[in-house]
């Protein structure tokens, strides 16, 4: 089974789906897999660290005099703060970031959480971490820090923030509207939410102020499904598979034709996937296919999952909404294939598709979203 990690190389440091339950599928044929993910690659070692700006004394747990950590003597400093512009990149091509500001697993010494923030875009072209104490978090903190971004690396403030954290909302959206930046809520920030996981294990835990077993203080939403709006829905949908060179063509197509939907960077993510590996997915046909793209395409649609004990299918959007995309009959045979479905998509760590079509049986999609199930980051 596949695992994915980012690429080092790129780093610093249906039948019937209406109102009627689905009573039959496109037939799944069984797959070999052979997706994986090198890990035997070591990631670069992050050189454009800036000094911590937030006092020694509320962040860190200071080392006796004299004393040094071999692991740190080996590695880079994990309470250093991170402000790195890729040389190579035009700053003013980066117009959309994703951004965390949440508590970390680290402990300053009057026994509080200090907060980070991480800044990144969709190719880690730019990245940026500062620490916080937790008595100074909110809109103005963190406008100011976005301030802080642009003038440290000189950049231009971007057009577009994603951000995946429900509870942090109000104050993002707050701190956007006052840069006159537009805030985009979504679990579409793949780059981000694997870099969080990367974090985890090479720098908050070698953090001095690191404590094993903290739980994140904003969890994740994970919501029971809505009922699918009426606008969404389609006439028929199918399971289908797709030979991975096939995905790249109808990616390609989002940016050389007028096709609705989202990319994801897989050199970036580190999926080493034959060209001839089929790709599981989901096409949903309708007669009013371009409209029903484009009500799709201002969803940030991120995942399509099973839910075989209800017979159905789950579409997450957005931040915490998710959807009763489609339903079926329940028999031994659709429940087969359906799990099937699920357990090909996890061969291929998480990797799916979302198509749009005329006709189920048309060679053109005018909706193609390329989708990754990922686990929560353990922060």
């Known amino acids: 089974m596949a695992s994915l990690s980012f690429n080092t190389t790129r780093l610093r440091t249906p039948t019937v789906q209406s109102h009627k339950p689905i009573s039959s599928f496109t037939k799944l044929t069984k797959i070999s897999y052979s997706c994986t993910t090198n890990h035997s690659k070591k990631w670069p070692r992050l050189h454009h660290f800036r000094p911590n700006s937030v006092s020694e004394s509320s962040v860190s747990i200071e080392q006796e005099e004299g004393e040094i950590d071999e692991e740190e003597e080996e590695g880079d400093d994990p309470t250093a703060e991170l402000s790195y512009l890729d040389p190579e990149t035009d700053p003013e091509s980066i117009s959309e970031w994703e951004v965390d500001f949440c508590s970390r697993p680290i402990f300053d010494i009057r026994g509080k959480k200090v907060w980070e923030l991480v800044v990144c875009d969709d190719s880690l072209s730019l990245q940026y971490t500062k620490y916080f104490p937790n008595n100074v978090i909110n ?7 976005i301030s802080s971004v642009c003038d ?22 707050r701190a956007c509207n006052e840069l006159g930046i537009k805030p985009i809520p979504s679990k579409r920030c793949i780059s981000l939410l694997l870099w969080l996981d990367e974090r985890y294990e090479t720098v908050y835990t070698r953090h001095p102020g690191f404590q094993k077993g903290s739980k994140p203080l904003l969890a994740l939403d994970n919501p029971f499904p809505m009922e699918l709006p009426e606008n969404l829905f389609g006439e028929k949908w199918a399971f289908v598979q797709l030979p991975l060179s096939d995905v790249r063509k109808e990616v390609s197509s989002l940016e050389s034709r007028l096709v609705f939907g989202a990319n994801l960077d897989l050199d970036l993510l580190g999926i080493e996937i034959d060209d001839k590996t089929l790709i599981p997915g989901l096409a949903v046909a309708s007669s009013r296919a371009k409209p029903l793209a484009a009500w799709m395409n201002g969803l940030e649609v991120c995942s399509i999952e099973v839910d075989a004990l209800r017979a159905s299918l789950i579409l997450s959007v957005g931040i915490s909404t998710r959807y009763v995309y489609a339903r079926y009959k ?4 659709t429940t087969n294939e359906a799990e099937a479905w ?12 979302l198509a749009i079509q005329d006709e189920l049986d048309s060679d053109d999609c005018v909706g193609f979203w390329l989708l990754l199930d990922l686990p929560p980051p353990p922060v």
Do not use: N
């Not at 809109?139 to 820090?145: H, N, R």
């Not at 329940?330 to 045979?333: G, M, N, R």
């Open 342 to 353: 699920e357990a090909a998509k996890k061969a291929c760590g998480g990797l799916h598709f």
């Open 152 to 173: 440290d690396l000189g950049v231009p403030l971007p057009d577009k923030i994603r951000f995946f954290r429900s509870q942090m909302q109000t104050i993002i959206t």
């Open 330 to 333: 329940k028999t031994p045979e």
């Open 139 to 145: 809109s103005v903190t963190l406008k100011d820090a």
